[in-house]
């Protein structure tokens, strides 16, 4: 750590904003905290938005939710190099703290920096890069900041869906994990959890001490760096939308290919059937055992979770036995009720999850058809 309090006369303290980039990791931007001293040629930015993907078992850990962050200390001419090839602005307010808080939230950083206490445990809505920066200068103002309303009442989903507008298959698996909790709207100090928000929180915010005077707290404001155009490059050809189209034109071609032979396709039935087990198996994890916020609250396990990998050999057998199953009945219930009450459950869902739901229904609907069809030409 190249900086000490005793070097503290001239402590300049500044909150950074980044603005979005184009990278997954990127999409809602970066919040830091600037240290200058300029009479000792000082300029470091603390960030606490560092983590090791060489840690052992990184990408199971982050499934899990248990992806432990850390601060970490850097110069600034290396910190604007980083974020000038990102095509990011960065925009700088200069905290109005007196000398003595500017000292104790140097010490407090320094303090995080240590081994033992440069990590923790992050959750992206509450215990982010952005609300920990928030946090620190909460802690050492004397007296309390209030924050003006002024950002829009809205609630996390929708501020992620205007970070993600552009990024359609990063907004639809958001939507596809994220349950309820991302859908009641959020209060002034909440809505932090994106850099911007905080920023223009910090703009009217005012710092009131024990006396009731008032000071704003943020002294001044630049752009230390503008951004570039960037290009959004599409991730895939089709966007999901896209896809679910597709996907709901091959089940209608089926249909009339089944009308048309006079037969029920039943490896149809088992491959849906696969792959809706499948990706209920993901969303079921995250449900029960994940730590990230709002997943335990995601409505959508009713459409996708393990039991449908129940109905792959019941299809199977009722198919090569020739013999009529009440698995088609159990999932036509669970399909229909879905759709039928979906317009009630306090969740907006991804693009695709209401138009899927349609296009499974039309198995049972087809298996039922034909199995009217055998019975009438039985009976003749």
């Not at 499948?278 to 994940?290: D, R, V």
């Amino acid at each position: 750590m190249s900086i000490t309090l005793a070097q503290q006369d001239t402590l300049r303290v500044s909150l950074l904003t980044c603005s979005p980039g184009q990278e997954v990791y990127s999409l809602y931007g970066h919040t830091a905290i600037r240290v200058q001293v300029p009479k000792d040629s000082i300029d470091e930015v603390f960030n606490y938005g560092v983590f090791d993907f060489r840690k052992p078992h990184f990408t199971w850990h982050f499934v899990l939710g248990q992806t432990d962050y850390m601060i970490e200390p850097l110069p600034w001419k290396y910190f604007i190099i980083d974020y000038d090839r990102r095509g990011s602005s960065i925009t700088e307010q200069e905290l109005n703290l007196t000398p003595s808080e500017a000292n104790c939230l140097l010490a407090a950083l320094i303090e995080n920096c240590q081994p033992e206490n440069r990590e923790y445990r992050y959750n992206f809505l509450y215990n982010n890069c952005t609300t920990k920066v928030r946090d620190m200068v909460e802690q050492v103002v004397r007296g309390s900041i209030q924050y003006p309303d002024t950002l829009p009442h809205q609630t996390a989903r929708e501020i992620l869906h205007h970070y993600t507008a552009q990024h359609p298959w990063a907004q639809e698996g958001n939507d596809l994990l994220l349950g309820s909790e991302m859908d009641t709207i959020l209060s002034e100090r909440a809505a932090m959890f994106i850099p911007e928000n905080m920023m223009q929180a910090f703009d009217g915010a005012f710092i009131r001490n024990g006396k009731g005077e008032m000071r704003p707290l943020v002294r001044d404001k630049k752009v230390l760096l503008e951004a570039k155009e960037q290009v959004v490059e599409s991730e895939f050809l089709l966007s999901p939308l896209q896809v679910m189209l597709c996907f709901g034109a091959l089940c209608l071609f089926i249909l009339l290919l089944e009308a048309w032979l006079g037969r029920h396709f039943w490896l149809w039935d088992v491959l849906i059937l696969l792959l809706q087990g499948a990706a209920g198996t993901l969303l079921c994890f995250m449900f029960f055992f994940s730590e990230h916020p709002a997943v335990d609250s995601n409505w959508q396990i009713w459409l996708l979770n393990p039991i449908y990998f129940i109905g792959i050999p019941l299809v199977i057998k009722a198919a090569t036995k020739h013999k009529e199953t009440l698995w088609y009945a159990f999932y036509f219930a669970v399909l229909a009720l879905f759709l039928l009450f979906s317009p009630w459950i306090p969740q907006v869902f991804a693009k695709i999850t209401v138009p899927l739901a349609l296009c499974l229904l039309t198995r049972p609907l087809s298996y039922y058809y034909f199995c009217h069809r055998k019975k009438k030409h039985g009976r003749k």
